[in-house]
């Protein structure tokens, strides 16, 4: 900061400055012609952004409309997510098993990228408008503050504060003000800004490559606070995993009261050395997670504390497998596990079941209307209609919910299992190469791992899914209940490579190795790995090492691109 204001009063010994809250959201840029909103992006370090106009425009407090004699105006502002705006989002989220955002900044760029700018006008976001860029019209501007009163005249939501400052002293006061003040602010603000206020001064010093030399950022330490650690509690997640939390008296930390931090895992714990009854130093990460910084004191003497042998929800042994930090419960009838199982079958990221979210199969598992994700296909009307708050119209619309799911793609259903290792992406690969459950059912390990992006691990835990007696105790009940098995995207009716095994090697320049691999698939043949004497031919592209050099030598026929197509053909 010294640095700055004195190079600046260096140059312009009359210089004056001005100091901002920065608001801790999406930098964007405003466009006017003849008094018309004309164009509106992103912008980074002044870097072009994308175009988001349309997005914009559903921000109440942005005009679309400003005199006319203002032939142009180009303005900076933030728009931003205020806090209570984005709490409220994040236990709708929560409540609809969808992806949370981790804080507002990333709820407002979030919500300001959507393609359907429907959903923007949704999400209540805000602006600041805390700079003009370029500006041609009826008055002159001669300072920053008389610009940014001028902009709030023309109806734009200019920034809270903007405060004149002389000396370096007085930036200094008005710095920490900000920075006290800031978590009684209905937003989140990163730091302070400070600014020479002369344009014409402004102009003169101009600009390196990415950041003005007329400004200056300061940026706040995290608060943090000292509390006790009063217990720690564990958690069972839906991959069995047991997860510590560390329950503190509460404080107010960044503006709101916690109580609450994850410990993360026994690596976690024994590092910062945490036993109950120590005091600990609390911060929230990004200003928005609780989390413990370290171990002031301990109250007691012995070891850091440990996470039982046994899970607390099923009492059952739990195990650590080696190379991983966290401890697992593996009993599926778990009941902890139940409800997250459950909440991910659900989910968008499983089957997308409208309006059975966490509250609703909470309500379900305790009236034990529902305690394997099967059950939910055979929920009645009156079953529905009998649960607290349930009406009759929201009972059948659940119904019909439920009832399109079973149309779902296999991809859907595979994600919904939440197999260990196999996210929704891996879900729909291997939905599409092996087109129906029957024929993932049987598939070996090898197999799986011949599919693009398998490893051994993901492959074991695949096959290991489907030869526990609860999976095929499951499958046969959704099956019964007329649940679709099958990928729409795999249709195999021409099956000219019936029974034959292809391995793919160099690269290909006609189609991505999966797209060959989909073609064949798609035509009854298999892919492997490697090449062996059961291998039927091989595709190879440039550069072809020692795969080529095999089938060779066992005489395996190899294609070329051209003489695969002429196959297919
Ligand atoms: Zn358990």
Same mark, same amino acid.
């Given at each position: 900061?010294?640095? +700055?204001?004195?190079?600046?009063?260096?140059?312009? *010994?009359?210089?004056? +400055?001005?100091?901002?809250?920065?608001?801790?959201?999406?930098?964007?840029?405003?466009?006017?012609?003849?008094?018309?909103?004309?164009?509106?992006?992103?912008?980074?370090?002044?870097?072009?952004?994308?175009?988001?106009?349309?997005?914009?425009?559903?921000?109440?407090?942005? #005009?679309?409309?400003? #005199?006319?004699?203002?032939?142009?105006?180009?303005?900076?502002?933030?728009?931003?997510?205020?806090?209570?705006?984005?709490?409220?989002?994040?236990?709708?989220?929560?409540?609809?098993?969808?992806?949370?955002?981790?804080?507002?900044?990333?709820?407002?760029?979030?919500?300001?990228?959507?393609?359907?700018?429907?959903?923007?006008?949704?999400?209540?976001?805000?602006?600041?408008?805390?700079?003009?860029?370029?500006?041609?019209? #009826?008055?002159?501007?001669?300072?920053?503050?008389?610009?940014?009163?001028?902009?709030?005249?023309?109806?734009?939501?200019?920034?809270?504060?903007?405060?004149?400052?002389?000396?370096?002293?007085?930036?200094?006061?008005?710095?920490?003000?900000?920075?006290?003040?800031?978590?009684?602010?209905?937003?989140?603000?990163?730091?302070?800004?400070?600014?020479?206020?002369?344009?014409?001064?402004?102009?003169? !010093?101009?600009?390196?490559?990415?950041?003005?030399?007329?400004?200056?950022?300061?940026?706040?330490?995290?608060?943090?606070?000292?509390?006790?650690?009063?217990?720690?509690?564990?958690?069972?997640?839906?991959?069995?995993?047991?997860?510590?939390?560390?329950?503190?008296?509460?404080?107010?930390?960044?503006?709101?009261?916690?109580?609450?931090?994850?410990?993360?895992?026994?690596?976690?714990?024994?590092?910062?050395?945490?036993?109950?009854?120590?005091?600990?130093?609390?911060?929230?990460?990004?200003?928005?997670?609780?989390?413990?910084?370290?171990?002031?004191?301990?109250?007691?003497?012995?070891? *850091?504390?440990?996470?039982?042998?046994?899970?607390?929800?099923?009492?059952?042994?739990?195990?650590?497998?080696?190379?991983?930090?966290?401890?697992?419960?593996?009993?599926?009838?778990?009941?902890?596990?139940?409800?997250?199982?459950?909440?991910?079958?659900?989910?968008?990221?499983?089957?997308?079941?409208?309006?059975?979210?966490?509250?609703?199969?909470?309500?379900?598992?305790?009236?034990?209307?529902?305690?394997?994700?099967?059950?939910?296909?055979?929920?009645?009307?009156?079953?529905?209609?009998?649960?607290?708050?349930?009406?009759?119209?929201?009972?059948?619309?659940?119904?019909?919910?439920?009832?399109?799911?079973?149309?779902?793609?296999?991809?859907?259903?595979?994600?919904?299992?939440?197999?260990?290792?196999?996210?929704?992406?891996?879900?729909?690969?291997?939905?599409?190469?092996?087109?129906?459950?029957?024929?993932?059912?049987?598939?070996?390990?090898?197999?799986?791992?011949?599919?693009?992006?398998?490893?051994?691990?993901?492959?074991?835990?695949?096959?290991? +899914?489907?030869?526990?007696?609860?999976?095929?105790? !499951?499958?046969?009940?959704?099956?019964?209940?007329?649940?679709?098995?099958?990928?729409?995207?795999?249709?195999?009716?021409?099956?000219?490579?019936?029974?034959? %095994?292809?391995?793919?090697?160099? %690269?290909?320049?006609?189609?991505?190795?999966?797209?060959?691999?989909?073609?064949?698939?798609?035509?009854?043949?298999?892919?492997?790995?490697?090449?062996?004497?059961?291998?039927?031919?091989?595709?190879?592209?440039?550069?072809?090492?020692?795969?080529?050099?095999?089938?060779?030598?066992?005489?395996?026929?190899?294609?070329?691109?051209?003489?695969?197509?002429?196959?297919?053909?």
């Amino acid at each position: 900061l010294e640095d +700055f204001t004195e190079r600046v009063l260096s140059a312009y *010994p009359s210089a004056s +400055f001005v100091v901002e809250p920065k608001i801790d959201g999406l930098s964007v840029s405003l466009e006017y012609r003849n008094g018309r909103l004309i164009r509106g992006s992103t912008r980074g370090n002044g870097d072009v952004g994308e175009e988001i106009t349309e997005n914009l425009k559903t921000i109440r407090s942005i #005009p679309q409309r400003i #005199p006319e004699n203002i032939s142009f105006l180009e303005v900076r502002g933030e728009v931003y997510m205020p806090r209570q705006v984005f709490l409220n989002l994040l236990k709708e989220q929560e409540l609809k098993g969808e992806k949370t955002f981790k804080n507002p900044r990333n709820a407002a760029a979030g919500s300001l990228r959507q393609k359907d700018a429907k959903i923007t006008e949704q999400r209540n976001l805000d602006i600041f408008v805390f700079n003009v860029q370029q500006y041609d019209g #009826p008055e002159e501007l001669v300072s920053h503050k008389h610009s940014i009163d001028y902009l709030a005249q023309l109806g734009f939501h200019t920034i809270p504060s903007c405060v004149p400052c002389k000396t370096i002293k007085e930036c200094e006061a008005e710095i920490q003000k900000i920075g006290e003040e800031r978590y009684a602010l209905p937003f989140d603000i990163d730091g302070a800004v400070i600014k020479t206020d002369n344009l014409q001064f402004r102009r003169s !010093l101009g600009s390196t490559a990415k950041f003005p030399r007329w400004a200056i950022a300061y940026k706040y330490p995290p608060e943090e606070r000292q509390t006790k650690l009063l217990d720690v509690e564990i958690g069972v997640g839906r991959t069995g995993v047991l997860t510590p939390t560390a329950v503190f008296e509460p404080v107010l930390v960044a503006g709101s009261v916690i109580g609450r931090a994850t410990l993360h895992n026994q690596d976690f714990i024994n590092e910062k050395g945490i036993r109950i009854g120590d005091t600990i130093t609390i911060r929230k990460a990004g200003d928005v997670i609780p989390e413990v910084v370290n171990v002031i004191s301990h109250e007691t003497e012995g070891e *850091p504390f440990r996470i039982p042998d046994r899970c607390p929800s099923c009492g059952g042994p739990v195990t650590r497998e080696p190379g991983e930090a966290a401890v697992r419960c593996n009993n599926p009838s778990c009941p902890a596990q139940l409800l997250r199982i459950l909440i991910h079958f659900c989910s968008k990221a499983g089957m997308d079941i409208d309006g059975l979210g966490e509250s609703v199969l909470e309500l379900l598992l305790e009236q034990k209307l529902v305690q394997n994700p099967a059950d939910i296909y055979n929920l009645t009307k009156e079953d529905l209609i009998s649960l607290d708050r349930m009406g009759e119209k929201s009972a059948s619309n659940l119904l019909t919910a439920i009832a399109k799911s079973k149309q779902n793609d296999l991809s859907m259903l595979l994600s919904a299992f939440g197999i260990r290792h196999v996210g929704d992406k891996a879900a729909k690969v291997l939905a599409d190469s092996f087109g129906s459950m029957e024929a993932l059912e049987q598939a070996t390990a090898e197999e799986i791992t011949a599919v693009d992006g398998f490893g051994e691990i993901s492959a074991r835990s695949v096959t290991e +899914f489907f030869r526990r007696p609860e999976t095929k105790e !499951l499958l046969s009940r959704l099956r019964a209940a007329g649940v679709n098995m099958t990928s729409k995207k795999k249709a195999p009716s021409d099956l000219r490579f019936a029974g034959k %095994t292809f391995v793919i090697t160099g %690269t290909l320049s006609r189609y991505k190795r999966t797209e060959a691999q989909a073609l064949i698939e798609r035509h009854g043949g298999k892919c492997a790995g490697s090449v062996s004497r059961k291998t039927d031919y091989l595709l190879a592209g440039d550069a072809a090492g020692s795969k080529l050099e095999k089938a060779k030598t066992l005489g395996v026929p190899v294609l070329s691109e051209e003489e695969f197509e002429m196959l297919l053909k």
